[in-house]
């Protein structure tokens, strides 16, 4: 299944890549404000969806831009999570950071998973139990064990509705206790980059199920942890997202469950109370 996943993978990375070459004559629509679809996101997920059930003609779909297909008979607990092109506003500007991401669950468990780079022709890639790989070679979190000396990776708010101010006070507590932030763009090349230690850990919210599963195995698989803000593991539904290796996740933990949506009252009344006294006037 891994190699369909791969040869899947590499396909969209074809179509991808010969995009690139003339970005300017992709048509873009809006889904909403800053949120953009491409005629090459939509030919990529096809191509994806054609090759994995060709293969597996009775699994299920979770697909980002043509949604839920259900499994069929004994298969259907298969279900192929997939995100055909994540950083589509990277994309469509040239900036060359984006992938293509794939994932498998198995009765709501990933079991396999494939986030490839097309710019890069960077492959990262994880069967359940039996490791994180990156261009067949073994991946490992980083070692690091304090968060003063990590290196953080992230996502902006920018859909409607999106709360910024929550955001940028969560964002301001992580800077002020790390080495660096970075914004790369893609999530799932996020969660990729965190379990080969080029980044030390990764916080976002607004995040859907194709944006993290394949990178959610990859972390696991690697050393690393995975989950809500308050560190539950069962996190892929829950539109928020904290990844690292486990000193540095236990470390987030502490600074981020004030933050989540699933968090106390009390801890969430204290991040109303500073951020009032943060828009509150100098007397």
Not at 19 to 33: F, G
Not at 104 to 127: C, H, M, W
Not at 233 to 258: H, T
Request: net charge negative.
């Amino acid at each position: 299944m891994l190699n369909v996943a791969i040869k899947a993978a590499r396909a969209a990375g074809a179509i991808i890549n010969r995009a690139a070459l003339d970005v300017e004559s992709v048509r873009v629509s809006k889904k909403q404000a800053n949120d953009f679809v491409t005629e090459i996101d939509q030919a990529a997920e096809e191509a994806i969806i054609e090759t994995l059930l060709t293969a597996y003609p009775d699994h299920g779909i979770h697909a980002e831009e043509s949604g839920k297909q259900e499994g069929r008979g004994r298969d259907k607990d298969f279900v192929w999570i997939i995100d055909p092109l994540d950083g589509t506003t990277n994309f469509i500007h040239g900036f060359p950071v984006y992938c293509v991401s794939i994932a498998l669950a198995v009765r709501g468990k990933i079991e396999q998973a494939v986030v490839y780079d097309p710019t890069r022709n960077d492959l990262f890639y994880a069967s359940k139990g039996r490791g994180a790989f990156m261009n067949d070679r073994r991946i490992r979190v980083s070692k690091r064990t304090m968060l003063r000396e990590s290196l953080i990776s992230t996502g902006f708010p920018f859909r409607p509705g999106d709360e910024l101010k929550p955001y940028l006070a969560m964002m301001g507590d992580i800077i002020s206790r790390c080495a660096g932030v970075r914004r790369p763009g893609a999530a799932a090349l996020d969660l990729a980059y965190v379990a080969a230690g080029f980044t030390d850990g990764f916080f976002e919210k607004g995040l859907h199920p194709w944006d993290v599963a394949a990178g959610s195995l990859l972390i696991t698989e690697a050393g690393g942890l995975i989950g809500n803000f308050t560190g539950e593991a069962d996190f892929l539904e829950q539109s928020e997202c904290m990844a690292g290796n486990p000193r540095i996740y236990g470390q987030l933990v502490n600074v981020l469950s004030k933050y989540s949506k699933f968090a106390g009252a009390g801890e969430k009344a204290n991040v109303r109370q500073a951020l009032q006294a943060d828009a509150a006037p100098d007397a």
